[in-house]
């Protein structure tokens, strides 16, 4: 299992590594000048000049690379252009944390919702109960984010007034900010909801035609027993690793969802960096959202080599 670990850690830190790379890089030769968007278009070419210099922008390439790494080490990321020399971390932390509660505040609603329902409709597989749950999870998979967004502000927000139609800077109290986070919670359980079901299915399809379900049920155990016991437990190893790339892109991925609920979490915090070349600010929002999603999937790995031992079996004689 230590070895197991080891090399999944390996594989996470190198593409990590890769990630730092091509984000260093994208954001060095993005056009227009860091200077020229600091101090306005009407700027004198020597102002723009000094400050891009003290910015230390006119360094060699491999050099700003490694000063940058080696605050990234350290959680320091520099500071914002767009917010006059405020740390990035600050701004990150909050954003991230932000994202964090609307993740799994969307994960507590989907992923029993999706199991149970890719559950029920292995259960019943070929009959009306699965073509169902199929064609709604297909049916809002497909649908972009946007457009449920919308329609539920319209239902809710709108027309019924049960939930807010953006989130506000402050709130009164824990409740109201929960409210608030409803709407944009729920269109992202409509766009997963399928997904995660139509693995939780195939997993419990396979779990059900396994030679070790069809042992239990000729030993005589209760279908309830064998349920849980052997078929859900074996059906949900597919799962978890789709539910922590979900989770993945749930911190980093939700730039449409937190504009159209002016939601201040971290993707679109890196968006506005991105327009306002605040290029310390995007590149830490995207190692930080990279980070998380190579530590997310490290643990639904390692969860998975736990529940099933031919995992790690298989891994230990590479």
């Known amino acids: 299992m230590g070895r197991y670990v080891l090399r999944r850690f390996g594989l996470a830190a190198i593409t990590l590594v890769l990630l730092s790379m091509i984000v260093f890089l994208i954001s060095s030769v993005l056009p227009g000048s860091v200077g020229r968007a600091i101090l306005g278009p009407f ?12 910015l230390g922008l006119g360094g060699p390439l491999w050099e700003r690379y490694f000063d940058w790494v080696g605050g990234a080490i350290t959680l320091d990321f520099g500071d914002s252009y767009q917010y006059r020399g405020a740390p990035v971390t600050d701004f990150l932390w909050d954003a991230l944390w932000r994202s964090a509660k609307l993740a799994l505040l969307t994960l507590l609603l989907v992923v029993p919702l999706a199991v149970a329902g890719g559950a029920m409709a292995a259960l019943r597989q070929g009959r009306t109960t699965d073509r169902v749950i199929s064609l709604a999870g297909l049916t809002l ?9 919308v329609v539920l502000i319209a239902v809710f927000a709108v027309g019924l ?22 709407l944009p919670a729920v269109s992202l359980v409509a766009v997963l909801f399928g997904y995660i079901a139509r693995m939780a299915r195939a997993g419990t399809l396979e ?5 070790y379900t ?5 030993k005589g155990l209760a279908w309830g027993s064998v349920l849980r016991r052997h078929v859900l437990r074996n059906a949900l190893l597919p799962t978890i690793a789709v539910v922590a790339t979900q989770a993945g892109y749930l911190l980093g991925g939700l730039l449409v969802t937190e ?4 939601y201040p979490g971290i993707g679109r915090l890196v968006y506005t960096a991105a327009k306002g070349r605040d290029i310390p600010m995007m590149m830490g929002g995207v190692i930080t959202v990279g980070a998380v999603f190579m530590l997310l999937t490290l643990l639904a790995d390692v969860l998975s080599a736990w529940l099933n031992p031919r995992i790690r079996l298989g891994t230990a004689r590479d």
């Open 207 to 211: 779990a059900l035609a396994a030679d």
């Open 161 to 182: 007034g049960w939930f807010p139609a953006s989130v506000p800077a402050t709130f009164s109290s824990p409740f109201d900010e929960l409210r608030a986070m409803v």
């Open 259 to 262: 504009t159209l609920f002016n």
């Open 43 to 54: 700027a004198d070419p020597q102002s723009v000049a000094l400050v891009n210099e003290q």
């Open 141 to 149: 998979a497909v649908t972009p984010e946007f457009v449920t967004g």
């Open 214 to 218: 069809r042992t239990a049920t000729l």
